[in-house]
T-cell receptor
Framework: KAGVTQTPRYLIKTRGQQVTLSCSPI?????VSWYQQTPGQGLQFLFE???????NKGNFPGRFSGRQFSNSRSEMNVSTLELGDSALYLC?????????????FGPGTRLTVT | AQSVTQLGSHVSVSEGALVLLRCNYS??????LFWYVQYPNQGLQLLLK??????LVKGINGFEAEFKKSETSFHLTKPSAHMSDAAEYFC???????????FGPGTSLSVIP
């Protein structure tokens, strides 16, 4: 089975621009979660989507948004980019069946805001 | 609410020595606990998980962890470190099926030849 894929892998944007990141989960997985990883803040949860509905949301400003499509692929969007948005954005998918919520992570998208 | 602390942001061990990475959690409900590893420029990979049942959990690459409810701990161990174990390790907790996963700050493991 193919793993979680994220595109693009690297991105450079300018302050004030907006960006869209894409995540394709493992085939059959219906839940997709997004995380922001920075050296200072570590791994921070952004949001989780299941069957096209946002199920959980982290403490990020409204500039961060996401969506999930009927094929479970997900996108996240960041509008009006700030320097502090520079980070590795990780996507993780899971089934999720039962209570053992095992997540499978993609390689991430490295976003640099200049 | 759940939270995770990892004692020691950086741990160094000699090749062949015991690896011990500490994780303590807080949870208002019986937790699900996970250890993930992240190699440079890669995503996270699940090492092992505890849901219910046996408190000693064995994972991949020779790692294991023991759930100790009385100590609210889930420390990760490996009897003999290999150079390839050098990576960032994250402990994570989840309260219920519908809670988000909370990650600890991570511990960077260095293995000295």
């Amino acid at each position: 089975k193919a793993g979680v894929t994220q595109t693009p892998r690297y991105l450079i944007k300018t302050r004030g621009q907006q960006v869209t990141l894409s995540c394709s989960p493992i085939s059959g997985h219906r839940s997709v979660s997004w995380y922001q990883q920075t050296p200072g803040q570590g791994l921070q949860f952004l949001f989780e989507y299941f069957s096209e509905t946002q199920r959980n949301k982290g403490n990020f400003p409204g500039r961060f948004s996401g969506r999930q499509f009927s094929n479970s692929r997900s996108e996240m969007n960041v509008s009006t980019l700030e320097l502090g948005d520079s980070a590795l954005y990780l996507c993780a998918s899971s089934l999720p069946q039962g209570k053992a919520y095992e997540q499978y992570f993609g390689p991430g998208t490295r976003l640099t805001v200049t | 609410a759940q939270s995770v602390t990892q004692l020691g942001s950086h741990v160094s061990v000699s090749e062949g020595a015991l690896v011990l990475l500490r994780c303590n959690y807080s949870s208002s409900v019986p937790p699900y606990l996970f250890w993930y590893v992240q190699y440079p420029n890669q995503g996270l990979q699940l090492l092992l998980k505890y849901t219910t049942g046996a408190t000693l959990v064995k994972g991949i690459n020779g790692f294991e962890a023991e759930f100790k409810k009385s100590e609210t701990s889930f420390h990760l161990t490996k009897p003999s470190a290999h150079m390839s174990d050098a990576a960032e390790y994250f402990c994570a907790v989840k309260g219920t099926s519908y809670d988000k996963v909370i990650f600890g700050p991570g511990t960077s493991l260095s293995v000295i030849p």
